[in-house]
């Protein structure tokens, strides 16, 4: 369960028996071991927690909320506890583990958050309610993210507040979102810059520059009419970076080992040249 929603049922006085999270994970540099942000929330929140499911099916719970869980909850737990499931995107399209990162890369323009049936398959369960969100052509994955959580949690509450409707079934084609792997996060000069600026909305864009990694967080969208540098050639003077069709001005860059910074400040500190490549 994500932070906001735990927040919001608890200050709406819905009694949450348990909080179910990931287990503690080694983090930073001295390899201590850290909470999830929603075990940490938990535990702020005076909440009981755990890290096995099945430890929801002696609590007396009589609904369970999953949100963003990365998990199948299997039939015997169901069985016990009926949950409902938060997930952002307008099912059927984009069931799985990364559904905003697909509707950015496929350059949909419209996503949403669908309240749904929880069932032992892949966010194949009937829909109760779901509220559209349009995506607009700057929309940042983080951006989306925080809106769908808010307009989800509401839709939520709305829902157990005036009690669950009868479910639909889905209907439409399904499509399936995968998880997202390292190696399409990284930025192929040879592409059109279109492509490259829904890659860099994602958050993780990485690219190379003096034989060292550079991740792009932010980068505007230069049209292909424009006159740009030819692929992976950076202008210095106006910070675009040429590809296949159009190019990217740089925002902000994050160097490896360094902060995100203001790329007009990079190109100051490095010093770039006429002529020089990211991506080599």
């Known amino acids: 369960m994500a932070t906001g929603p735990l927040r919001a ?10 909080v179910v999270s990931r287990p503690d994970r080694r983090r930073g540099r001295g390899g201590a071991l850290l ?7 938990a535990v702020e929140l005076g909440l009981p927690v755990s890290d096995r499911v099945d430890d929801v099916i002696d609590v007396g719970a009589e609904l369970g909320v999953v949100v963003a869980f990365g998990r199948l909850i299997r039939p015997h737990v169901l069985a016990a506890v009926p949950m409902v499931n938060m997930h952002f995107s307008l099912l059927p399209r984009w069931r799985g583990a990364a559904p905003l990162e697909r509707a950015i890369l496929a350059s949909d323009t419209v996503t949403g958050v669908c309240i749904m049936a929880v069932e032992e398959g892949l966010d194949t369960g009937a829909v ?17 993210r925080a809106t769908l959580a808010a307009r989800g949690t509401e839709l939520l509450l709305r829902l157990l507040k005036d009690g669950l409707p009868q479910p639909r079934p889905q209907e439409g ?13 990284h930025l192929d000069w040879s592409r059109p810059a279109v492509e490259l600026h829904r890659i ?13 990694r550079l991740k ?17 050639v950076l202008d210095p003077d106006r910070l675009v970076v040429g590809a296949g ?4 001005e740089l925002v902000e860059v994050q160097p490896e080992g360094r902060p995100v910074q203001p790329a007009a ?10 002529g020089e490549r990211l991506g080599e």
């Not at 709406?12 to 348990?18: N, Q």
């Open 216 to 232: 792009i967080p932010r980068a505007c969208l230069v049209p292909a009419a424009t006159d740009v540098p030819p692929p992976g």
């Open 35 to 41: 909470p999830s942000p929603v075990k940490a929330t």
């Open 128 to 144: 109760y309610a779901c509220d559209e969100v349009p995506i607009g052509l700057e929309d940042t994955l983080e951006e989306l």
């Open 245 to 248: 069709e159009g190019g990217l």
């Open 265 to 274: 400040a990079w190109r100051n500190g490095a010093r770039l040249r006429p």
């Open 173 to 185: 084609e399904a499509t399936y979102a995968d998880k997202i792997e390292p190696h399409e996060h």
């Open 9 to 18: 049922l608890v200050a709406g006085g819905h009694d949450v028996a348990l």
């Open 200 to 212: 860099v909305r994602l958050g993780q864009a990485w690219t190379t520059f003096r034989g060292a």
